[in-house]
Each structure stands twice: as C-alpha cells, then as structure tokens.
C-alpha cells in the first residue's frame, strides 16, 4: 500500500470514531467540539503511517531517518512495527508524554491499527503478534507499494 492509502485507512478511521461521538453511542466519548474533530483527524492520519517508521524510504522515515534506520537495523520492515506490541507502546508513550490526552492517543491507535489491516491484504501480512513470526494476511492483493511485495518478514 501506498502512504496515501493508509492515509486514507487513517481519514476512514476518524471519520468512524468522531460519527460514534457525534451520535453519543458511547458513553465515554462525550461529543467533540470542532476543535477536537480536526485533532482526530489529524491524530488518526499520523498514526495511519506511523508503522511504516521501520522503512527508511517511507513517509515517516524520511522524517524520522535515525529512528526510522535503527527500527530496520533492529526488527526489520514488517517486523516489530506491525504487531499489536507496537500498537501497545505508541499508546503507552503517548500517554505518558500527554497524560490529558487519553482520547487523542486512542485515535493515534486506531489510524496506526487501520494500517495493520490493509497490510493484511498485501501478499506477505503482517506479524500481527510478535515476536511469534506467524504471518496475518486477509487476502492477497498486488499493490502499487514497492515495500508490500517485495519480501516476506
């Protein structure tokens, strides 16, 4: 997949979470001022890319290069950074960095995990509970992405 793709996964995302908020069909998630829609929006299409940080030629790693050269070093493309740990430690530290943002880093997850799920369609899935290198795929789809094809993790 494409970054404007998961872009894309990340906009639907929001889209989902801040409906359920106008409707108030949860009750934790009181309805969002304009302000805190467009933050969910905003929040959701960084977290929508923010897997691909292990790629140093995505989005992402060319705005992080370090990070993003020593998450390929360490785990790899496909690796660490797509898994349900991943989605665990970017919540985690965003809560520990923004305490009053509970909600924002929920939406962060919730774009970085509608990224996992359309790898899932890309030919070789994802390790979706690593360290285990059980591969998690929905279908096989041929993308236009070069970093979708090109190995198995």
């Known amino acids: 997949m494409t970054y404007r793709t998961h872009i894309l996964g990340g906009v639907a995302a929001a ?44 989005m992402v790693g060319k705005t992080l290069p370090i990070i993003s050269r020593l998450m390929r070093g360490a785990f790899g493309h496909r690796g660490f950074c797509h898994s349900l740990l991943f989605l665990a430690l970017i919540y985690g530290i965003t809560m520990t960095l923004f305490s009053s943002m509970k909600f924002y880093a929920l939406v962060l997850c919730l774009g970085a995990g509608s990224h996992l799920l359309f790898d899932m369609f890309n030919r070789p899935g994802i390790p979706l509970l690593w360290p285990l290198k059980i591969q998690f795929r929905l279908a096989k789809i041929k993308t236009e992405s070069q970093f979708g094809t090109k190995r198995s993790c």
């Open 15 to 58: 889209a989902i979470i801040t409906t359920v908020s106008a409707r108030g069909c949860l009750e934790f998630l009181p309805p969002l001022s304009t302000p805190a829609v467009f933050g969910s929006f905003v929040a959701a299409m960084i977290g929508s890319i923010l897997p691909d940080i292990d790629q140093p030629t995505s």
